[in-house]
Nanobody, 123 residues
Framework: EVQLVESGGGLVQAGGSLRLSCAAS????????IGWFRQAPGKEREGVSC????????YYADSVKGRFTISSDNAKNTVYLQMNSLKPEDTAVYYC????????????????WGQGTQVTVSS
């Protein structure tokens, strides 16, 4: 059974940091890219970052470049999203997803999704 389990969300003040984790199981981790997406109330789900488990290539949305860092521990089948200098506009439910992607920020390119973890940034 394929599982993606996010953790690490919470409430933080603006300027603070959080680290999200995405633990994957049930598929060959090295064959997939792992992406982080977020969805705020009333808005579409948007791509935040992505990492290729095979070669480590990383991708970021312009809105998080320089603040967020994605990394992967292939031995643990886990991907992390370190989020620094958080802003109120980063408030959303954050999801991780796995897929053999072509366009990293396109939700349709991902086959498996986690349940999400809430991140709330207060001003």
């Amino acid at each position: 059974e394929v599982q993606l389990v996010e953790s690490g969300g919470g409430l933080v003040q603006a300027g603070g940091s959080l680290r999200l984790s995405c633990a994957a199981s049930g598929f060959t981790f090295d064959d997939y890219a792992i992406g982080w997406f977020r969805q705020a109330p009333g808005k579409e789900r948007e791509g935040v970052s992505c990492i290729s488990s095979s070669d480590g290539s990383t991708y970021y949305a312009d809105s998080v470049k320089g603040r967020f860092t994605i990394s992967s521990d292939n031995a643990k089948n886990t991907v992390y999203l370190q989020m620094n200098s958080l802003k109120p506009e980063d408030t959303a439910v954050y999801y991780c997803a796995a897929g053999t992607v072509v366009a990293w920020s396109r939700t349709d390119d991902y086959d498996y999704w986690g349940q999400g973890t809430q991140v709330t940034v207060s001003s």
